[in-house]
């Protein structure tokens, strides 16, 4: 068995969705300042670096928010692909072309979108690989629960309610900021453990695979 850390690191320099506030880290006691132990403070969106939308964020009303998420979708089998020849937009055809196994209910899709955090890209990239509103009813049709990306959203910068909103309304999860670079295709265990905030329309995540 091995363990693939999919998650990215939080800290200052990861890119936010524009418009949202930046990331702020700051030691708010400091042993070398005289304190018995060192703090920090964060601040920032609940929408940074690895994370799940809840059906809140788009859907607002009595939709269930991010301590309602159901665990048992968030651990468990999880299959990944690997898309590595698109434009901006992941289609309906691209995943039926894709093989994806029957039955796959977690599916992590490994786009060049990987490549940005590999090289530690620090800017916000708006032509970054995501699927279409098509692409997000296959993906209901075909009863998967969690669909998973490897930038920080499901759903394409020009267009970003509509692949949402057919996700959530689904129950779907979306488990977005993922770093799949050093991890290639085929079937692993899924373990994604979102932050209980209450309330919230989403939440920061730990995910892991574990290979057999």
């Not at 670096?49 to 607002?60: E, R």
């Not at 692909?81 to 992590?108: F, V």
């Not at 692949?163 to 900021?177: D, N, Q, S």
């Amino acid at each position: 068995m091995k363990t693939h850390d999919i998650s990215l690191a939080i800290h200052p320099d990861l890119p936010t969705w524009p418009g949202d506030p930046p990331i702020e880290l700051r030691r708010i006691s400091q042993m070398e300042h005289g304190a018995d132990a060192n703090v920090t403070h964060l601040s920032a969106a609940v929408h940074i670096g690895t994370h799940v939308d809840a059906p809140y964020h788009f859907l607002g009303g009595d939709a269930p928010t991010a301590e309602q998420l159901a665990l048992d979708v968030l651990i468990g089998p999880a299959q990944v692909i690997e898309l590595p020849r698109l434009g901006a937009a992941i289609t309906a055809d691209a995943l039926e072309a894709a093989s994806i196994p029957a039955g796959t209910r977690r599916l992590l899709l490994k786009t060049r979108n990987s490549a940005l955090w590999a090289r530690g890209e620090q800017t916000f990239q708006e032509d970054f690989v995501a699927l279409d509103a098509g692409a997000a009813e296959w993906v209901v049709a075909q009863g998967i629960q969690l669909v998973g990306v490897d930038y920080l959203s499901v759903a394409p910068f020009v267009a970003p309610v509509p692949t949402h909103r057919i996700l959530l309304r689904a129950g779907v999860i979306p488990l977005e900021g993922l770093d799949l670079s050093e991890v290639a295709p085929g079937a692993y265990t899924l373990y994604c453990l979102p932050l209980k905030i209450r309330g919230s329309d989403g939440a920061p995540a730990r995910a892991v695979l574990i290979s057999p």
